[in-house]
C-alpha cells in the first residue's frame, strides 16, 4: 500500500540546521508532486513547500523561503526538506504528502489543481528549535 | 493573500446528528478548495477535493458543496470515528496554499 515515512526530526537549537526525509513506496514515486506541511504544537496546519514530480519545480511558503529547501531524489523515492537558521516558531511536527495529480515522462494530464490536493500524509516526524 | 474562516471553530454533536461546517474565503477562490480530516495524534486524512468531489473510499456520509467564497462540509448521520478536527483548504493563491483555522467537533 502506499507509504510515506518521515524521519530526520529533533531538538536543535536555534540558527542550527536539520534535513528531513521522507522515504516513499507502494506507489511510482517519480510520477507524482510532494508536499511538507507542518503544525506547531496546538495549532492548524501550515503548508511548506511544493515540488513536482522531476524535481524541476518548487515553491516554499513565504514564512521559510530563503531558509528551507525541499528536494528529491526519484531513485531512492525519497523527498528531503533542508532547514536552515531554524527559528522557535519552527517547532511542529512536519507531514509529508503525496499530491493527487501526477505526471509520466514529460506529460501531466491532471488539472493542475490536483497537484495541491494532499491524497497520503506520513506520520510526521517532530522538530523542536530550543536552546 | 487569501484567508480562510472556518465556522464554527468547536462543535459539540451526538451519534446519528447531521452536522455542517463552513469555510469561508476572503475573496473568491472558485472551487479549488479541499476538506481532510484529523483526529488526535494522527495524520490529516484527505475526504474531498475540488469542493464537492469525495476522494475514493471515504464514506458517503460526507458530502461538500460551494463555490466561490462560501463551502460547507456536511456529515449526514455522524458515527463515532467522525469525532475529529476538519480543515479546509485553498489553493487559488497557486503557487502557495493555505488552510483553515479548523473545526474541532466533539461528542455532546
Known amino acids: 500500500q502506499v507509504q510515506l515515512v518521515e524521519s530526520g526530526g529533533g531538538v536543535v537549537q536555534p540558527g542550527r540546521s536539520l534535513r528531513l526525509s521522507c522515504a516513499a513506496s507502494?506507489?511510482?514515486?517519480?510520477?507524482?508532486?510532494m508536499h511538507w506541511v507542518r503544525q506547531a504544537p496546538g495549532k492548524g496546519l501550515e503548508w511548506v513547500a511544493i515540488i513536482s514530480y522531476d524535481g524541476s519545480i518548487k515553491y516554499h511558503a513565504d514564512s521559510v523561503k530563503g531558509r528551507f529547501t525541499i528536494s528529491r531524489d526519484n531513485s531512492k523515492k525519497t523527498m528531503y526538506l533542508q532547514m536552515n537558521s531554524l527559528r522557535a516558531e519552527d517547532t511542529a511536527v512536519y507531514y509529508c504528502?503525496?499530491?493527487?495529480?501526477?505526471?509520466?515522462?514529460?506529460?501531466?494530464?491532471?488539472?493542475?489543481?490536483?497537484?495541491?490536493?494532499?491524497?497520503?500524509w506520513g506520520e510526521g516526524t517532530t522538530v523542536t528549535v530550543s536552546s | 493573500d487569501i484567508q480562510l474562516t472556518q465556522s464554527p471553530s468547536f462543535l459539540s454533536a451526538s451519534v446519528g446528528d447531521r452536522v455542517t461546517i463552513t469555510c469561508r474565503a476572503s475573496?473568491?477562490?472558485?472551487?479549488?478548495l479541499a476538506w481532510y480530516q484529523q483526529k488526535p495524534g494522527k495524520a490529516p486524512n484527505f475526504l474531498i477535493y475540488?469542493?464537492?468531489t469525495l476522494h475514493s473510499g471515504v464514506p458517503s456520509r460526507f458530502s461538500g458543496s460551494g463555490s466561490g467564497t462560501e463551502f460547507t462540509l456536511t456529515i449526514s448521520s455522524l458515527q463515532p470515528e467522525d469525532f475529529a478536527t476538519y480543515y479546509c483548504q485553498q489553493l487559488k493563491s497557486y503557487p502557495m496554499c493555505s488552510f483553515g483555522q479548523g473545526t474541532k467537533l466533539e461528542i455532546k
Open positions: 475540488a469542493a464537492s
Open positions: 507502494g506507489f511510482t514515486f517519480s510520477f507524482f508532486g
Open positions: 475573496q473568491d477562490i472558485g472551487n479549488y
Open positions: 504528502a503525496k499530491g493527487l495529480g501526477y505526471c509520466t515522462s514529460n506529460r501531466c494530464p491532471s488539472p493542475w489543481d490536483y497537484y495541491y490536493y494532499m491524497e497520503v
